[in-house]
Nanobody, 125 residues
Framework: QVQLVESGGGLVQAGGSLRLSCAAS????????LGWFRQAPGKERQFVAA????????YYADSVKGRFIIFRDNAKNTVYLQMNSLKPEDTAVYYC??????????????????WGQGTQVTVSS
């Protein structure tokens, strides 16, 4: 079992920044990485960014590339999503999850499990 707890969401003006945290506990050694997804009202959950545990390789959706950075603090078992130059279209509930499937791509929703409870990010124009 893996437990994930997100934090750091809030309300910010367009152009501003937020940093989300995803604190992990439990058997993360049985997983392959961690991803951030987001879901806006009436829309499907979409991939945002991910990091591989063994290589620290980073993966980003085109819509956030160059603005968001994913990184981790191993001592704290925490993965962060630094979000810069935020846009109103970034407004969504942000979720983190661990990648449980070795063979799925990092942007594939079905390869993830043990979802956190989500944290709301609202960007005003």
């Amino acid at each position: 079992q893996v437990q994930l707890v997100e934090s750091g969401g809030g309300l910010v003006q367009a152009g501003g920044s937020l940093r989300l945290s995803c604190a992990a506990s439990g058997r993360t050694s049985s997983t392959y990485g961690l991803g951030w997804f987001r879901q806006a009202p009436g829309k499907e959950r979409q991939f945002v960014a991910a990091i591989d545990w063994s290589t620290s390789s980073e993966y980003y959706a085109d819509s956030v590339k160059g603005r968001f950075i994913i990184f981790r603090d191993n001592a704290k078992n925490t993965v962060y999503l630094q979000m810069n130059s935020l846009k109103p279209e970034d407004t969504a509930v942000y979720y983190c999850a661990v990648k449980r499937s070795l063979y799925s791509n990092y942007d594939t929703y079905s390869g993830y499990g043990y979802w956190g409870q989500g944290t709301q990010v609202t960007v005003s124009s």
